[in-house]
């Protein structure tokens, strides 16, 4: 089974730019999760999903920053307009319901670079 | 509020030697989960084990270990007999829904 797909791998943006990141977790996954992993901030969860619906955006820095789930197999990540703190690996995560709830596994990430 | 601390930044050994990778964690639930997730070069973040806390067994898989003490909050992660394939980040993380709290990590390197 193929595991989470994050698209694009690598995206170098001027400041200023609009940048979608997109995400589709494994089949079957009732939630999914957006990450932001820094050097001075590490690993910090953005927003998280369950069934599509938006649950916990707290993580979510500012208004610059907005996330989708239009169904089951597809999640965005925008962020308009981008700044260069925004610079940083965005990983999008899913998890299964039910037992194995807690047990999130991850994409291979998108690294933003914005100049 | 829930807090994961990882006192080592880095650790440096040579092959075969053993390593150990320190987790402590603060939490006010009585219900909550942890975990050990493995960051390679490549940048990828691999689940390596998840414990929730009414069970404090060990766990061994391979050359990994695994230690829980709720006595002292801890989650101890050991790599016996290193190989150069274990150089990476390593991170602890904690949970008692599905928000993950990770810990800064600890880069191992492993010299040949």
């Known amino acids: 089974d193929a595991g989470v797909i994050q698209s694009p791998r690598h995206e170098v943006t001027e400041m200023g730019q609009e940048v979608t990141l997109r995400c589709k977790p494994i089949?079957?996954?009732?939630?999914l999760f957006w990450y932001r992993q820094t050097m001075m901030r590490g690993l910090e969860l953005l927003i998280y999903?369950?069934?599509?619906?938006?649950?916990?955006d707290s993580g979510m820095p500012e208004d610059r920053f907005s996330a989708k789930m239009p169904n089951a197999s597809f999640s965005t990540l925008k962020i308009q307009p981008s700044e260069p703190r925004d610079s940083a690996v965005y990983f999008c995560?899913?998890?299964?319901?039910?037992?194995?709830?807690?047990?999130?596994?991850f994409g291979p990430g998108t690294r933003l670079t914005v100049t | 509020a829930q807090k994961v601390t990882q006192a080592q930044t880095e650790i440096s050994v040579v092959e075969k030697e053993d390593v150990t990778l320190d987790c402590v964690y603060e939490t006010r639930d009585t219900t909550y989960y942890l975990f050990w997730y493995k960051q390679p070069p490549s940048g990828e973040l691999v689940f390596l084990i998840r414990?929730?806390?009414?069970?404090?067994q060990n766990e061994i898989s391979g050359r990994y270990s695994w230690n829980f003490q709720k006595s002292t909050s801890s989650f101890n992660f050991t790599i016996t007999a290193s190989q150069v394939v274990d150089s990476a980040v390593y991170f602890c993380?904690?949970?008692?829904?599905?928000?993950?709290?990770f810990g800064a990590g600890t880069t191992v390197t492993v010299r040949a």
């Open positions: 993380a904690l949970s008692n829904d599905y928000k993950l709290s």
């Open positions: 089949s079957g996954h009732d939630y």
């Open positions: 999903f369950n069934n599509n619906v938006p649950i916990d």
């Open positions: 414990r929730n806390s009414f069970d404090e």
């Open positions: 995560a899913s998890s299964p319901g039910g037992t194995l709830a807690y047990e999130q596994y």
